[in-house]
């Protein structure tokens, strides 16, 4: 079983000055309206994890479209890693898709393949980084390439 905790920004929400999520689908690169950086915590478990995402679109407007990751936590000292999927890596995707009336309907796929290279200060609540992933057993193929530097949007 594979899940995965999305949050989906409200038409206020806030985004942090400075906090910059981006990627490109080929030769476009794509700058998020939203993002987000946060510490995790699994209530029935305990366990930990850095969450990332960063979205452009509304779903209400029936145009959100989302990429989203999380590594697990290891401790407050500051650390420069590389995660794949089979390291810990959780990557997905999530996109607006056509519903009944009186429904939005939201897809999320969890990527075939994924690494990120991330330099994460959890004192200081920064993250910076960059990510590749390969989307392509349901259909989607897709082939994100990008980079966050993000502030804890929890930590405010």
Do not use: C
């Amino acid at each position: 079983m594979d899940t995965q905790t999305i949050f989906i920004p409200k038409e206020k929400t806030p985004t942090l000055k400075g906090n910059v999520f981006t990627w490109s689908l080929g030769e476009n690169t794509i700058i998020a309206d939203k993002s987000l950086f946060y510490l995790h915590f699994f209530l029935p478990t305990g366990e930990k994890s850095w969450a990332f995402s960063g979205s452009t679109g509304r779903l209400e407007e029936e145009n959100l479209f989302v990429f989203g990751f999380s590594v697990p936590y290891i401790d407050e000292e500051v650390f420069d890693n590389s995660y794949t999927m089979e390291g810990g890596l959780h990557f997905y995707h999530g996109h607006s898709i056509p519903a009944p009336e009186g429904f939005y309907g939201y897809r999320t796929v969890t990527a075939d393949s994924a690494e990120l290279s991330v330099r994460l200060d959890p004192v200081k609540g920064t993250a910076h980084g960059d990510f590749t992933a390969v989307f392509e057993t349901l259909g989607d193929w897709l082939y994100p390439r990008g980079t966050f530097n993000l502030s804890r949007t929890d930590k405010n």
